[in-house]
Every structure is written in C-alpha cells, then in structure tokens.
C-alpha cells in the first residue's frame, strides 16, 4: 500500500510538473481532439435525423397552415371594420387629428423661422452697438483724460478770482 501511495506522489507531482512547465502528454492531446471530433459528429448526426423527422415537416406543415389561416382572419377582419360606419367616422376623425397636427407644426416652424430672424437681427445689433462702443471708447478715454504735461503755477490775481470764483457771472 505504501507502495501505491509513493507512486501515486510521484505521479501526482511528475504531472504537477508537467502542468507547471506548460507540457502534456501528446496522446492526451490526441485522445481529447478526437473524443470533441466525435462529439461534434454525433450533434451534427442528431440535428440531421431531427431536421429531416417526420415530426419536424407535420409541425412545418401546421405553422404554416396556421399562419395562412390567421392572414386570411385578419384581412377578413380588417374588411369588416373598414366597410363599418364606425370604423369611416374613426378614419374621418383620424384625418381630422392628422390635419390639425399638420397646421401647427406648419405654425411652430414659421414661429421658429421669425424667432430665429429676430434672434439674427438683434445679433447684429449688438455686433454693431459693440464696435461703436470701441470706437467711441478711445475718444471719451482721450477727452478725460489730458495729455501728461508738467505742472506748470499760474498766477491768479486777487480780483480775478472773484470774477471767476463759485457763482461768479450767476
């Protein structure tokens, strides 16, 4: 029994390294290739038998039966309803609805084609209104401002400062 059990260590541990080292027997590579093969044979095999069984055509046969069956229903239905007084005063409606959809989107999209030509007229106006505020920029900062001079003293005389003095010529 020890016998069994060393060998089957050193199995163990030979295929342990094997698998360590990325190595495998090629007959068990073999084997599994062909043992997929086989399987892959036998579902192609069932597939096949199913496909052509009688079952498969009856229940073909019955789909098809059914929905030809279930087309002529429906167009017979449809028929029905159409020819009804009803169904005219539903599709009268309906046209009415389609109508009456159909002029306001006409009055939304002139309402949007005049919001965009307002939104395009006040955008040149305010381009214009900013470029004649840059020019005139330049002119009002020149006239608040004097040019730098030195400072120069003037003299002022006692009686011209009353000539022109606070509320002088009032």
Same mark, same amino acid.
């Given at each position: 029994m020890t016998e069994q059990t060393s060998s089957s260590n050193e199995s163990t541990q030979s295929t342990a390294q094997e698998a360590k080292q990325g190595t495998t027997d090629p007959q068990l590579e073999q084997n599994l290739r062909e043992e997929l093969n086989r399987l892959g044979g036998s579902f192609m095999q069932v597939l096949n038998v199913a496909w052509n069984s009688d079952q498969r055509r009856e229940l073909e046969r019955d789909l098809k039966s059914g929905l030809n069956s279930l087309a002529s229903n429906l167009e017979e239905g449809f028929q029905r309803v159409t020819e009804s007084q009803e169904a005219k005063e539903?599709? &009268?409606?309906?046209? &009415?609805v389609a109508e009456s959809v159909v002029?306001?989107?006409?009055?939304?999209?002139?309402?949007?084609?005049?919001?965009?030509?307002l939104l395009r007229g006040?955008?040149?106006?305010?381009t214009q209104i900013e470029k004649f505020s840059a020019e005139?920029?330049? &002119?009002?900062?020149?006239?608040?401002?004097?040019?730098?001079?030195?400072?120069?003293?003037?003299p002022v005389a006692k009686e011209d400062r009353e000539a022109t003095g606070p509320g002088a010529g009032i």
């Open positions: 539903l599709i &009268e409606q309906a046209e &009415e002029a306001k989107v006409r009055q939304n999209e002139v309402a949007q084609e005049l919001g965009q030509g006040l955008q040149a106006l305010s005139l920029q330049p &002119e009002t900062a020149a006239k608040q401002s004097p040019p730098a001079a030195e400072p120069q003293d003037i």
